[in-house]
Structure formats: structure tokens, C-alpha cells
């Protein structure tokens, strides 16, 4: 695939919207609208058999979702995906992590986005206060058993996609081990 071309046609602080004009293998010519926006990391906060999960409203879907904690990085505040997790982390559930082990990588939505999420582990927790963001002061966070888990996940209590994977990658990752 050749990009013959490309002009940016909204941006705001959090997104970018691109159309790239592009030729095929075969010649043949097309258009593909492209969302830009920062890579994020998602946190699964573990302790022995229970996990940490994050209930928030979210309007684009309009409603509540359960989901690992997750979040944009700051270009301003972030070095590597390592300190979006323990400050996502952080922030949302009060929990600071003395282990942060790194999972996998997920393309979120490749078809559309060209946003990464980067996949943690996180153990050997202590619990200080949340420290939530104006738009987080609704979120709810509990522990789950991983049996609660793959039960809200059958039951379509968590359709988070990106949760979703974080998990798969938990469980093909071996990640028992280091927790």
C-alpha cells in the first residue's frame, strides 16, 4: 500500500482525523480516514487469584462498563508506557504497584485507530487514596475473583474490548507466575 497522500481535516486536543489517499497492490486507488490519537497503557492489578477491576459511565456507548484500569498518555508527564500504567493505576484505584510486568501490546482498533495499548501486570500492591480526574469522580473499583471474572464476561457484564484482550494476553502470558 502506497500513501499518495494526506491532509489532517479535525483535530482537538485529544484526536487527530486524517483522510490519506492511497494506491493498492493491484492499482487501484482509495481513501482511508484515520483516527490519531495517544497510546495508552491498561493495568491488571493482581493479588493471588483476585483481580482489580474499574466501573466508570462511558457517554459513547451510554453506560457504565467494567473495565482494568486504563488511560492516554501525557506527553507532558509520560516517559514509557511503563509510568502511563503505575500512574493510571495510581489515579484510578488508589493502588501503587512495587511489580509492573509487562503483558503484551494490543492495536485497539487497526481498522480505524492507530492507537496502541500497552498491557501490565501489576503485583506486590498497597493502597493509598485514588486520585481521580474530574471525569472519573463516578467510577467504582472492586476486587473479583478471575471466576467472577470469566463469569461477568460470559454474562456480557464486561464488553470492554481492549479489557477483554488484556485478559486473553493474562492468560496465555503464563502471567500466574509472577503473581
Not at 487501484?28 to 495517544?38: A, K, L, Q
Not at 472492586?142 to 463469569?151: K, L, M, N, P, V
Request: net charge negative.
Amino acid at each position: 500500500m502506497e500513501t499518495l497522500g494526506s491532509h489532517q481535516v479535525y483535530a482537538n486536543p485529544w484526536i487527530a482525523v486524517r483522510e490519506d489517499a492511497v494506491r493498492r497492490s493491484d492499482g487501484s486507488t482509495g481513501t482511508y480516514w484515520v483516527v490519531d490519537t495517544s497510546d495508552i497503557a491498561l493495568v491488571i492489578p493482581g493479588d493471588g487469584d483476585r483481580l482489580h477491576l474499574v466501573e466508570q459511565y462511558r457517554h459513547p456507548v451510554g453506560g457504565r462498563r467494567w473495565e482494568f484500569p486504563s488511560g492516554s498518555a501525557d506527553e507532558r508527564l509520560d516517559l514509557d508506557a511503563t509510568e502511563v500504567a503505575a500512574r493510571e493505576l495510581r489515579e484510578e484505584t488508589g493502588l501503587v504497584a512495587g511489580s509492573l510486568v509487562p503483558l503484551g501490546t494490543l492495536d485497539v482498533t487497526p481498522s480505524t485507530l492507530n492507537q496502541r495499548c500497552s498491557v501490565f501486570l501489576a503485583t506486590d500492591l498497597t493502597q493509598e487514596a485514588p486520585q481521580r480526574e474530574q471525569a472519573e469522580q463516578d467510577m467504582r473499583s472492586a476486587w473479583f475473583s478471575r471466576g467472577d471474572i470469566e463469569r461477568m464476561i460470559r454474562d456480557g457484564a464486561i464488553t470492554d474490548a481492549k479489557s477483554l484482550a488484556a485478559y486473553a494476553l493474562l492468560l496465555v502470558g503464563g502471567a500466574s507466575s509472577h503473581g
